[in-house]
């Protein structure tokens, strides 16, 4: 029954018995975690003021001599990571973050940090396409839009592509088919990821969206873009 910290990310707090709690967490270290929080809920635990979504933690735990279930013994919280006008967003990609590094996983921390860095500093509806894209690149959903995901080919930025069953083909691998993808489609969303004062216009964002949902589909998971 070993001693751990980690820094970490709160996903999910389910209640437990009458008062306490069993916790999902993201750590950098550890990959995914579940702990119990006895007591987490009457009024005067101390683990009461910590135990917040959408900021890092600084955990410290015991694990399990059975079982996958550690135990909490301290929770500091540390720095918010998302303004107040950007958490309903940030909910939105703890979800996403939770389907994507499910349990036994060794990572997800650092991506869904760096998604939430995404989301600060862009408008809530192009920062949550760029955040979970991000997310779905690292779990390898979806590659960069620079290459055709068939053939590997790189396609010149003025070219045309086509997205079909949720991939991003040339022209010769679509045959044609699928949903016409512009040049211009292309250079906003890929320059509008590395940064953010590259904007985004309402036809970019729900071309996008509707990428992002089709890979969610393709995977028999339910988005939350
Ligand atoms: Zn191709």
């Not at 009457?42 to 015991?62: D, E, I, V």
Request: charged share 20%.
């Amino acid at each position: 029954m070993a001693e751990q910290r980690d820094i970490a990310l709160l996903l999910r707090s389910i209640p437990y018995s009458d008062s306490s709690l069993i916790l999902h967490i993201l750590t950098q270290n550890h990959g995914r975690i579940c702990l119990m929080a006895r007591g987490a809920r009457r009024a005067k635990s101390q683990f009461r003021a910590g135990l917040m979504t959408l900021h890092q933690l600084g955990l410290r735990w015991r694990t399990p001599r059975t079982g996958n279930m550690g135990t909490l013994l301290e929770v500091q919280r540390l720095t918010p990571l998302l303004p107040d006008s950007k958490i309903l967003a940030g909910q939105k990609l703890i979800a996403t973050a939770s389907t994507l590094f499910p349990e036994g996983v060794a990572h997800g921390h650092n991506e869904l940090y760096h998604a939430l860095q995404l989301l600060t500093n862009r408008p809530e509806d192009a920062g949550i396409c760029a955040a979970t894209w991000k997310m779905l690149e690292f779990s390898g959903w979806v590659s960069d839009l620079k290459h055709c995901w068939n053939c590997s080919e790189a396609i010149e930025m003025n070219q045309s592509m086509y997205w079909k069953q949720a991939h991003l083909f040339c022209q010769t691998c679509a045959h044609d088919q699928g949903f016409h993808v512009s040049s211009g489609d292309r250079k906003s969303i890929s320059g509008h990821l590395l940064e953010p004062n590259i904007k985004l216009n309402q036809a970019h964002i729900h071309l996008w969206q509707m990428m992002i949902k089709s890979v969610f589909q393709e995977h028999h998971i339910k988005s939350s873009v």
